[in-house]
């Protein structure tokens, strides 16, 4: 797989894993329980995020803010953030993971399942 793949989508688990905490921590502070410490998830966060080329953090963060979703997969040539299938000829060229792409349609980070 693409190192820069790998990376967004390392990045991409931690954000959801930061959202879910937060969204958790807002339920159990309602209910009077302490919010769990995040310190390290961030710490890890900001690694990944270090490592990731410049321009391509800047489109992960833009399209984090408009989708909430930056990287979806791809099955059977269908990208499963907009659901538009993909061309047929770039579909096969790219199903080794072993570049980094974007959706034509919605610009989302693919990776392909096997």
Known sequence: MHQRLELLITLHDL????????EAGEQEA?????APDMVELWANREEVSAEIDQPTLRHYEKLRERYGRPVVPVTRGICHGCFTALPTGRAAAHAGNESLINC??????????T
């Open 30 to 34: 309602e209910l009077g329980f302490a």
């Open 15 to 22: 954000d959801l894993m930061i959202a879910e905490i937060e």
């Open 104 to 113: 034509e349609n919605c610009g989302r980070f693919l990776y392909w399942l």
